[in-house]
Structures are given as structure tokens and as C-alpha cells.
């Protein structure tokens, strides 16, 4: 693996940072992550099967990873690139939370920071500390560097300037809540879907089950898993269609499980952009939800790509 991280990042030299690991578990990341992973194997128990979890379970995959996480917290609140009232703005942060991707002004504030030193000895996920690191591995580990309220505001003040914002700032434990919440809602609407079907207590208490470990839980782990993948996997593996001063890279895989986010490279030469498509054939879905989202008023002044920026500017 190590011969193939050197291979991947010639020309980006960069010193590990062996110290990381040596830093305190990070126990409110640490302990979730760990129980929803183990809770999730239960989708293995054939009493937790239904094809109507497994259909669930990938509709949840996209709309909460696609709508919450890519539009929400990434193209919207970290980047700006389009603007939305403040109600779908605290929308898609409720969204985003049902998957327990962190508060948005932590999440901003370390996607931020990303930006800021990507693949240098600041970066919170880099793969030059190892792909397991920039994977999973930074998130289990109490980094002062991370984790601070002098980060938070540094990075992302205009996010946390928000009352509701700040509310959840302060109230990590409403993340907690909101999760429960969606979980118990699951779990009714399949038990009520069973018994409006006629099915007996027994079989829509079971129908319930299977919405909760597949439609909740394992599909949890999916986006954690997709989402990871754009920190460690487009940072080693794939082209680059740009010359950036970091090692992102275009990962066709990861596009298209994270709708449009494994473009990269595209999305580091240009961060500002609503869009990551620079080819015909780059599909980036999550671009086109955003201009669905335009289209019935939900989104305006959309940043078009660094390219028709410029033109825009040449002819103004």
C-alpha cells in the first residue's frame, strides 16, 4: 500500500506525521461510528431482510448523501455557490444530520481547512498519513489542530454567525436527537405500511425492523463510507486534468457512488463552481439537483464554472 501511496503522490512531497496516532482517542466520533458499524451487520440476520429496506436503503443513500451532505454542506455552506432562503438552508443541514456527518459548522469549518493546507502537514485528512488515516482514521483522534472553537469560527464564522447554526454548535447532542428521531419514524412508517396491508403486528413490527437497519443504518454507513472515499481515495487514485499545487485527482468510481464528488481535481482548481463537470461524460448529478433546485425557485445566483466566469468578465 505504501509503494502504491508513493507512487500515486510523485511529485507532492510531504513528510508523514507519525505523532497523529499518538494523540487520545476521540470518544464522542470514536463511540458512534463503532455502534452503528456493528448495529449495521444485523442487515446480515435474514429476519432483517425486505426488499422494500433494500430499495429504501439505496433511495436514502442518494437523497440523503446527494441533497444533505453534496448540496447542503459542501456546494452550499462550505463553497457558497449558489444561494437559497434560510429555511432550505436549515433544511438540508437537518438532512444532512440524519446521516451523523457532524454539526454543519464543524463539517464546513474541516472541509474548509482542507482547502486551506489540502495534502500539507494541516490537512485533517491527508493520505500521505496513510490511506486508513485520510479514510476513517483522523475522525477517531482528539486533534487540538481540528477540533476547537478558535477553529471553528476561524473557518467557518459566516456558518456559525447563524443562530440555528450556533444552537446546534452548542447542543451536539441535538445531532443525537434528530438521528433518534428519524429512526423511530422509520421504524413506524413500515410498522403502519404493514398493518394498513393487513399484515399482522409481529410482520409489520418486522417490516419496521428491516426500514431501520437497512434504510437507516446500513445506509448511514454507506454515505459515511462514499464520503470518506473523496477524502482518501481522490487524493491516490485517477487523473488529473488540472496542475494543482495538492494530489486531487479525477475518480471516475467515486463519482459516480458520490454523485459528481469524485471529480476531484476538477473541484479543487475550481472550488468556487456549483459544478465539477469539465467533460462531456463527467456526470455530476449533484450539479444537476441544484439546477432542479433553481429551476422551482430554491436556488439562485448559481456560480457557473471558472471557464464561463471568465468569459462573463471578457465580455462585461
Not at 97 to 112: E, F, I, K, N, Y
Not at 176 to 183: C, F, G, N, P, S
Request: charged fraction near 15%.
Amino acid at each position: 500500500m505504501q509503494e502504491a501511496i508513493t507512487a500515486a503522490t510523485a511529485g507532492f512531497s510531504r513528510p508523514q506525521n507519525p505523532s497523529l496516532l499518538k494523540l487520545p482517542l476521540f470518544w464522542p466520533y470514536f463511540l458512534p461510528i463503532v455502534v452503528i458499524h456493528a448495529l449495521a451487520l444485523l442487515a446480515a440476520l435474514p429476519w432483517f431482510f425486505s426488499w422494500t429496506g433494500v430499495a429504501v436503503m439505496f433511495v436514502g443513500v442518494h437523497f440523503f448523501g446527494c441533497l444533505g451532505i453534496n448540496i447542503g454542506y459542501h456546494r452550499l455552506l462550505s463553497h457558497r455557490s449558489f444561494r437559497t432562503y434560510p429555511f432550505f438552508e436549515r433544511a438540508l443541514s437537518i438532512i444532512a444530520l440524519c446521516s451523523m456527518q457532524d454539526t454543519p459548522g464543524r463539517w464546513v469549518a474541516t472541509h474548509r481547512m482542507h482547502h486551506r493546507h489540502s495534502d500539507e502537514l494541516d490537512d485533517p485528512h491527508s493520505p500521505f498519513d496513510s490511506v486508513g488515516w485520510s479514510h476513517i482514521g483522523w475522525l477517531f483522534r482528539r486533534n487540538p489542530t481540528n477540533h476547537s472553537i478558535g477553529v471553528y469560527h476561524k473557518y467557518a464564522q459566516d456558518v456559525l454567525s447563524d443562530p440555528f447554526f450556533m444552537a446546534l454548535e452548542k447542543r451536539p447532542l441535538w445531532v443525537m436527537w434528530i438521528y433518534l428521531a428519524q429512526t423511530l419514524g422509520y421504524y413506524l412508517c413500515g410498522v403502519c405500511l404493514g398493518l394498513a396491508t393487513g399484515e399482522s403486528w409481529a410482520a409489520s413490527s418486522q417490516w419496521g425492523a428491516s426500514l431501520v437497519v437497512w434504510g437507516v443504518l446500513l445506509r448511514t454507513v454507506a454515505v459515511w463510507h462514499i464520503t470518506w472515499s473523496v477524502n482518501s481515495l481522490t487524493h491516490l487514485y485517477g487523473y488529473r486534468t488540472h496542475e494543482t499545487d495538492e494530489n486531487s485527482r479525477n475518480n471516475w468510481l467515486v463519482a459516480l457512488l458520490a454523485n459528481g464528488e469524485g471529480w476531484h481535481n476538477n473541484h479543487h482548481w475550481d472550488p468556487a463552481s456549483a459544478s465539477v463537470r469539465h467533460r462531456w461524460w463527467e456526470l455530476d448529478t449533484t450539479y444537476l439537483m441544484i439546477l432542479a433546485l433553481k429551476y422551482v425557485g430554491l436556488a439562485w445566483d448559481v456560480v457557473p464554472p471558472r471557464v464561463q466566469r471568465a468569459r462573463g468578465r471578457a465580455a462585461g
